[in-house]
């Protein structure tokens, strides 16, 4: 919000020239109109803002049974749907070197994927499963995105960060944010519920396969998860509330976690840190955070962006 500097209140003293005319010729100066800069602020909704995606059919590309809409790319994200009958289908976007895999589970409607990357070229491709990890291409097409914003990909849901206006941890997050006035506000209390009522499921943990997804009301309601479910809940209800988050996968040692990061007006991307104490940030990591009690020793392991190399983010 630009500040409004006009002839009226505290002028701090001295006498003031009737109009910016006078003023430059007194100060023998060239005339200029100069705009105040703009301050992003973070504006907190009423309840929630969930954003919907569409598949409006402005900017459509089909082959077979594989249709991608990508009338919304300049919101961070695409929409693929496939009405053919094979049974395991998987979709490849690519930006650079960097590929994200999915499965696509719907048949005959469409499916969210964000466009994290940032703006550029994407190349979107389907396959098909001829047998075990052994697929044929079904489609590919290059897509030139320009996006609204960076944070466009961040603020909407997707497969692996699904909420909706109806879901449960919507409405848990304006219920958790209603007493915080600001952005780090509601990251604080949004951040602080979860883990305080979020439980490890060490079964789940051993028993996980490949293509898991995350279903944030299931982890809301029964109050245990993985790290995969503790970063999903973290970052939908984050969402809800307007503020770009993002779902991250990578490595912590050897093992393979997730984690968050998330945008706060006025201060950018805080990459490796989330964990606001008063004074200091440290490393989002709401499962270790839960697990570990919050005891020093943890706060100071996740507060140490050296122990996480991020590899993809949704």
């Known amino acids: ?20 005319e006078a003023a430059a010729a007194e100060t023998g100066g060239q005339l200029a109109v100069i705009e105040d800069g703009m301050v992003p602020l973070y504006s907190k909704p009423q309840g929630s803002l ?21 009338s919304n790319t300049q919101n961070g994200y695409v929409m693929v749907k496939y009405s053919g009958s094979v049974g395991k289908i998987k979709v490849q976007i690519t930006k650079g070197d960097l590929t994200y895999t999915y499965d696509l589970n719907a048949r005959s409607a469409y499916e969210v994927f964000p466009l994290s990357e940032g703006s550029g070229t994407y190349s979107v491709k389907v396959f098909e499963q001829v047998q075990g990890t052994s697929y044929s291409q079904a489609f ?25 206006e109806g879901s449960a941890a919507v409405q848990k997050a304006a219920e958790v ?41 299931q982890t809301l309601s029964s109050g245990t998860g993985i790290c995969f479910d503790y970063a999903a809940l973290m970052v939908s209800m984050l969402r809800s509330q307007d503020i770009p988050s993002k ?7 050897s093992v393979y976690h997730a984690w968050v990061n998330v945008y706060i007006d006025g201060v950018g991307w805080l990459d490796n840190y989330i964990y606001f104490d008063g004074t200091n940030w440290s490393l ?7 697990t570990g009690g919050q005891s020093d020793s943890i706060k100071q392991y996740i507060g140490n962006g050296a122990n996480y190399q991020q590899k993809y983010c949704y």
């Open 1 to 20: 919000m630009a500040a409004a500097f006009g002839t009226g209140g505290c002028s701090g003293g001295g006498s003031q020239p009737e109009s910016v």
């Open 50 to 70: 969930v954003r919907v995606p569409t598949a409006s059919g402005s900017v459509t590309y089909a082959n077979g049974p594989v249709t991608v809409d990508a």
């Open 140 to 164: 590919s097409q290059n897509i030139d995105v320009s996006l609204a914003s960076q944070y466009e990909p961040f603020l909407y849901p997707n497969q692996y960060v699904n909420f909706s």
């Open 177 to 217: 944010a209603a007493g915080a006035t600001d952005a780090i506000g509601v990251v604080n209390n949004v951040y602080n519920y979860v883990i305080n009522n979020t439980t490890y499921d060490t079964a789940k943990a051993a028993s996980v396969q490949s293509g898991y997804l995350p279903s944030v009301d």
């Open 247 to 253: 779902l991250v996968i990578g490595y912590t040692g």
């Open 284 to 290: 989002a990591d709401p499962t270790f955070a839960s």
